[in-house]
């Protein structure tokens, strides 16, 4: 079996009901579920959530919600990790064999289907374990600042100081 796993927990601190905010007309959750479907990757797209509002809304746009996400693993310390294993584990004791997992976050509006089918045949030719996205940073994290406790610019990096720009090498992030 094939899965989509959209890891979205109720309580968001920095952004509260983040995952169910209209975003274009739309619950911002519920585009990286048309995705998932409208991509034919999946046996199942399947919403991990704590928060019944978020579960509704996700079956609305045609996630699957076959279980509530226990609390143990709703808190603002959990690992995403975590959260996935907890889902093969539980479509496992229901008889089904996970042999391929994919993971989307509920904050990703702008995925589409093509670029799920882009990855996954990106992910099968390098037969790798696994794959992730990554964008380009667009300046060196190399020459990133903090503020001291004096409050003066300080370079996160010192070693780098004196580095052009142009001599450091692309760096990407998640």
């Not at 209209?22 to 959750?29: A, E, N, Q």
């Not at 746009?61 to 143990?72: L, N």
């Not at 882009?118 to 667009?138: L, N, R």
Request: hydrophobic residues 40%; proline residues 7%.
């Amino acid at each position: 079996m094939k899965i989509c796993v959209i890891p979205a927990r109720g309580g968001s601190k920095r952004i509260p009901r983040k995952n169910i905010r209209s975003f274009l007309g739309k619950p911002v959750i519920a585009y990286p579920i048309e995705a998932a479907i409208a991509s034919g990757l999946f046996d199942a797209v399947i919403v991990s959530t704590n928060d019944l509002e978020i579960a509704e809304v996700a079956q609305q746009y045609g996630a699957e919600v076959p279980f509530m996400r226990p609390e143990s693993l709703s808190d603002d310390h959990t690992a995403t990790a975590p959260v996935l294993i907890h889902a093969i584990e539980w479509y496992e004791a229901q008889g089904h064999a996970v042999e391929e997992m994919t993971n989307i976050y509920p904050s990703t509006p702008f995925i589409t289907a093509d670029l799920l089918q882009d990855g996954y045949q990106v992910w099968k030719a390098a037969q790798s374990p696994y794959c992730f996205a990554v964008s380009e940073f667009h300046s060196a994290p190399q020459r990133a600042l903090k503020l001291s406790q004096q409050g003066r610019a300080v370079s996160l990096y010192p070693e780098f100081q004196q580095t052009r720009t142009q001599d450091l090498p692309t760096t990407f992030f998640d």
